[in-house]
């Protein structure tokens, strides 16, 4: 069984920057994949970015190119989504997710993945 813990969420204003983690515990070893989504109020959960555990691969949504980055501390079993140029349109509950398939190919959908985190709010004020 493999726990995800996201934190580092929060009201910031549009332009600005915050910094997500997501820590994993438990039989992390069988997690190739973690994900970010987020669900705002009255939408269907949407992917955000992904990273491969082993290999490094990187994978984001259109929506966050060139503003979100994604990162890993091996040693802290956690996966860090480095947000900035926020907009208000980034408002959501954001959660981590993991995968154990594949390492090579990195999923998109929701429905792959295999377990989650609780979620962490993120606002962006205008």
């Known amino acids: 069984q493999v726990q995800l813990a996201e934190s580092g969420g929060g009201l910031v204003q549009a332009g600005g920057s915050l910094r997500l983690s997501c820590a994993a515990s438990?039989?992390?070893?069988?997690?190739?994949?973690i994900g970010w989504f987020r669900q705002a109020p009255g939408k269907e959960r949407e992917f955000v970015a992904a990273?491969?555990?082993?290999?490094?691969?990187?994978n984001f949504a259109d929506s966050v190119k060139g503003r979100f980055t994604i990162s890993r501390d091996n040693a802290k079993n956690t996966v860090y989504l480095q947000m900035t140029s926020l907009k208000p349109e980034d408002t959501a509950v954001y959660y981590c997710?993991?995968?154990?398939?594949?390492?090579?190919?990195?999923?998109?959908?929701?429905?792959?993945?295999?377990?989650w985190g609780q979620g962490t709010q993120v606002t962006v004020s205008s």
């Open positions: 997710a993991g995968y154990r398939g594949a390492a090579y190919y990195i999923p998109r959908d929701v429905a792959e993945y295999d377990y």
């Open positions: 438990g039989r992390t070893f069988s997690t190739t994949i």
């Open positions: 990273l491969s555990w082993t290999i490094g691969a990187t």
